[in-house]
């Protein structure tokens, strides 16, 4: 993505956090969003005091092959634990807010390249028994092959912008739902600095059912700038 499109969307979502209200309508959270949240979008905040952006997701997907941690609603729940109604180009821009780099998205041709940019820290709080509870997300997740956790911490690969052949308009691919991907791809925002296939034969990835919470469960998603290595270890 241009440095331009996104000096853009990050004006856009100061703007936007001027007048965006919560929706009033949402079920009850896990905790009510902090009056220090500025609202940059419908089911997006900013946390300027912690430098975070926070999204409300809810639980879709409890086992199986994954594909996403995070989709956005009514595009690929089959395939992704979380899915968001929150607008994806305010995510990419409320995570510029943060302070965090966009790298790039993986390349295939002429060679691989793995998801590049800063390393983004994933903690998840949702009720559990009546009280808060925060996770680190990678605990969701276990690898197919030897059960493990997610060593690496996801990056702001930022997702590509394209041109629509039909009505020539710039597109943002991350519009048609890769959020927070754990295979890569090139709409993603979020990925994994790994080569991790999207193929039904070899996902690398499984959702850890014991450690979901029920289906329908609301979940705020804490987006920040890791602290550590890429590949430090979850909580």
Request: charged share 25%; glycine share 6%; hydrophobic share 40%.
């Amino acid at each position: 993505m241009s440095t331009v499109l996104s000096i853009a969307m990050a004006v856009l979502v100061t703007a936007q956090a001027q007048s965006a209200r919560p929706d009033s309508a949402a079920p009850a959270s896990p905790r009510e969003p902090d009056a220090s949240w500025k609202p940059l979008a419908r089911s997006l905040w900013f946390d300027p005091a912690r430098k975070q952006v926070i999204i409300r997701a809810r639980v879709v997907l409890r086992e199986g092959p994954l594909e996403h941690l995070m989709c956005l609603k009514g595009t690929k729940e089959h395939e992704a634990i979380l899915a968001t109604d929150a607008p994806a180009r305010q995510i990419h821009a409320g995570l510029l807010l943060t302070g965090a780099e966009e790298g790039h998205p993986v390349r295939f041709l002429p060679k691989f390249e793995p998801p590049a940019g800063s390393p983004i820290a994933i903690e998840l709080q949702f009720n559990e028994g009546g009280k808060p509870k925060t996770v680190d997300a990678r605990k969701w997740l276990r690898d197919a092959k030897d059960r493990k956790y997610l060593p690496e911490n996801w990056v702001f690969a930022g997702s590509e912008v394209y041109t629509d052949p039909i009505t020539k308009q710039k597109m943002y691919a991350a519009d048609e739902g890769d959020l927070i991907t754990v295979a890569n791809f090139g709409s993603a925002i979020l990925d994994l600095p790994i080569a991790s296939s999207a193929s039904n034969e070899e996902r690398l990835f499984l959702a850890d059912t014991a450690r979901i919470p029920p289906l329908g469960t609301e979940v705020f998603v804490f987006l920040r700038p890791a602290k550590g290595r890429p590949d430090e270890k979850p909580r």
